[in-house]
T-cell receptor, first 112, second 120 residues
Framework: GNSVTQMEGPVTLSEEAFLTINCTYT??????LFWYVQYPGEGLQLLLK?????DKGSNKGFEATYRKETTSFHLEKGSVQVSDSAVYFC???????????FGSGTQLTVLP | EAGVTQFPSHSVIEKGQTVTLRCDPI?????LYWYRRVMGKEIKFLLH????????ESGMPNNRFLAERTGGTYSTLKVQPAELEDSGVYFC??????????????????FGDGTRLSIL
């Protein structure tokens, strides 16, 4: 079956530091890949997505590239801000229903 | 456009009681999904509706859980009787119309804020 393995947290960084959150997946077929973010007290929001190999998703300074050869979709940001503190979830969508399989989530805290 | 809304935001009940969670999807979205996150673990799929029909309920943990989507609009998820291990956050998501795979399959799911369920 499908699975997503996500870098365990929590991750604590200083403002303006470089961020990488690793995500690898196992799936049959051609899944779409997503990063969702949950800010404190809020629901899940789509951060970015990639639908095929070598696609790069980007939003709010975050980027992730769909790497089929390494089955990875690592999240990166060059300079994090305090407002980026949240829980980040890597997910894949597959099949006609595109139900999502999530990783365990990574808690990011950015200190001023 | 209103987003996905879930009621209540938090529910605290005793073991053995019944609780009903409600989800209102984005208007016009045929696909409705329920997920839950238990004990800070990964978010797991429960079931998927296409309009009023259950398309996939393979993630439902047991027969204490009953989901409905009468009329293909809002959905309810009932837990009866609730057990301690049912505590967690229940998320609802909706996604676009049901159509050809190539056209709609990459449309993302839009999530509600979740219902935090606490069983005492």
């Amino acid at each position: 079956g499908n699975s997503v393995t996500q870098m365990e947290g929590p991750v604590t960084l200083s403002e303006e530091a470089f961020l990488t959150i690793n995500c690898t997946y196992t799936a049959t077929g051609y899944p779409s890949l997503f990063w969702y973010v949950q800010y404190p007290g809020e629901g899940l929001q789509l951060l970015l997505k990639a639908t095929k190999a070598d696609d790069k998703g980007s939003n709010k300074g975050f980027e992730a590239t769909y790497r089929k050869e390494t089955t990875s979709f690592h999240l990166e940001k060059g300079s994090v801000q305090v407002s980026d503190s949240a829980v980040y979830f890597c997910a894949l969508g597959s099949g006609s229903a595109r139900q999502l399989t999530f990783g365990s989530g990574t808690q990011l805290t950015v200190l001023p | 456009e209103a987003g996905v809304t879930q009621f209540p935001s938090h529910s605290v009940i005793e073991k053995g009681q019944t609780v009903t969670l409600r989800c209102d999807p984005i208007s016009g979205h045929d696909n409705l999904y329920w997920y839950r996150r238990v004990m800070g673990k990964e978010i797991k799929f429960l079931l998927h509706f296409v309009k009023e029909s259950k398309q996939d309920e393979s993630g439902m943990p047991n027969n204490r859980f009953l989901a409905e989507r009468t009329g293909g609009t809002y959905s309810t998820l009932k837990v009866q009787p609730a057990e301690l291990e049912d505590s967690g956050v229940y998320f609802c998501a909706s996604r676009t119309v049901w159509g050809p795979l190539t056209t709609y399959s990459n449309q993302p799911q839009h999530f509600g804020d979740g219902t935090r369920l606490s069983i005492l």
